[in-house]
């Protein structure tokens, strides 16, 4: 990337995320080129003024650094490595940020076909759902050179509102894995106790108020627990991708050797609301299968 005027800037991935994400860098000045899967899902861009690629090889050969923001690791597989895919438009100074929830190993995988080609790259996985992509709040977790962070760092603070190197690449990626781990334990703890606190005949509004009084309060307990109460399921992180992530972190702990019965049968509990069509449901729709196991639905 070289120094001067506004790096041109490519966004792949124009999903719950990154139509959110994207339209900040128009905000800023910066010149947008957007690819996205479905083309149809780009014209909202073109409408703001972004240009539109036809593949990511396209993306990458019109931007100076790309971001993407996909599903999984078989949509970054796509993006990355396919006949059309960004790799053949990577150059030297070309920069790649990686945003979507993957494998470390992944993450090693698209670094060093980058590097390669004399490019480089970041993993920057953000947490902070729909809201945060929409009002440039997300966290980001960080993964690659310290130098790069450094040189990317502007860039990474017009879709987040705080950008934690965590070490090599991989680390930034296992980091956000432990982190779902936490949602996955948080939500469980909440989806659990609301279904005892009905058959109780407790209103879980005032169950909330003492959580919230109490050393264990957490914001993420007020968010999910108003949309429980109001039977709000419309999704900011979905029960899919949820499991998608529960599986990357038990295939980590497989490989390190270290037990997560936990997350097992959370994650359990989860593939249950999927298999039971929840699937699309924002993740506190797990409560679902709960309710029902209860005998409330």
């Given at each position: 990337m070289t120094s001067g005027s506004k790096p041109r800037i490519g966004f792949a991935g124009l999903g719950l995320m990154g139509i959110r994400m994207a339209p900040h860098f128009l905000?800023?000045?910066?010149?947008?080129?957007?690819w996205n899967r479905t083309p149809e899902k780009c014209e909202a861009m073109r409408a703001r003024g972004a240009s539109v690629a036809a593949t990511p090889k396209d993306l990458a050969e019109a931007s100076d650094v790309v971001f993407c923001c996909v599903s999984d690791p078989a949509a970054v597989e796509r993006l990355i490595f396919a006949e059309d895919g960004l790799v053949h438009g990577a150059r030297p100074g070309f920069r790649y940020v990686e945003t979507s929830t993957i494998s470390p190993d992944l993450a090693k995988k698209?670094?060093?076909?980058?590097?390669?080609?004399?490019?480089?790259?970041?993993?920057?996985?953000v947490t902070g759902s729909k809201n945060g992509a929409q009002n440039a709040s997300l966290l980001l977790m960080i993964g690659g050179s310290k130098d790069v962070y450094a040189e990317l760092l502007p860039?990474?603070?017009?879709?987040?509102?705080?950008?934690?190197?965590?070490?090599?690449?991989?680390?930034?990626?296992?980091?956000?894995?432990?982190?779902?781990?936490?949602?996955?334990?948080?939500?469980?703890?909440?989806?659990?106790?609301?279904?005892?606190?009905?058959?109780?005949?407790?209103?879980?509004?005032?169950?909330?108020?003492?959580?919230?009084?109490?050393?264990?309060?957490?914001?993420?307990?007020?968010?999910?627990?108003?949309?429980?109460?109001?039977?709000?399921?419309?999704?900011?992180?979905?029960?899919?991708?949820?499991?998608?992530?529960?599986?990357l972190m038990l295939q980590e702990a497989t490989a390190l050797a270290a037990p997560m019965p936990g997350l097992v049968a959370i994650r359990d509990?989860?593939?249950?609301?999927?298999?039971?069509?929840?699937?699309?449901?924002?993740?506190?729709?797990?409560?679902?299968?709960?309710?029902?196991?209860?005998?409330?639905?």
């Open positions: 905000e800023k000045g910066y010149a947008l080129t957007v698209v670094d060093a076909a980058l590097s390669a080609k004399g490019a480089a790259m970041l993993e920057a996985p860039l990474l603070q017009v879709i987040g509102s705080k950008a934690i190197h965590c070490g090599p690449m991989g680390s930034a990626s296992f980091v956000k894995l432990l982190g779902n781990t936490y949602i996955s334990f948080m939500l469980e703890a909440l989806a659990e106790t609301s279904v005892l606190a009905n058959k109780a005949d407790i209103p879980l509004e005032k169950v909330l108020e003492v959580v919230m009084a109490s050393g264990f309060a957490s914001p993420y307990y007020t968010f999910k627990g108003a949309a429980l109460i109001k039977r709000d399921f419309d999704q900011h992180f979905s029960i899919d991708l949820l499991v998608k992530d529960q599986n509990v989860c593939q249950a609301a999927r298999d039971q069509g929840f699937g699309q449901d924002d993740i506190i729709g797990v409560a679902k299968v709960l309710e029902r196991a209860a005998g409330l639905t």
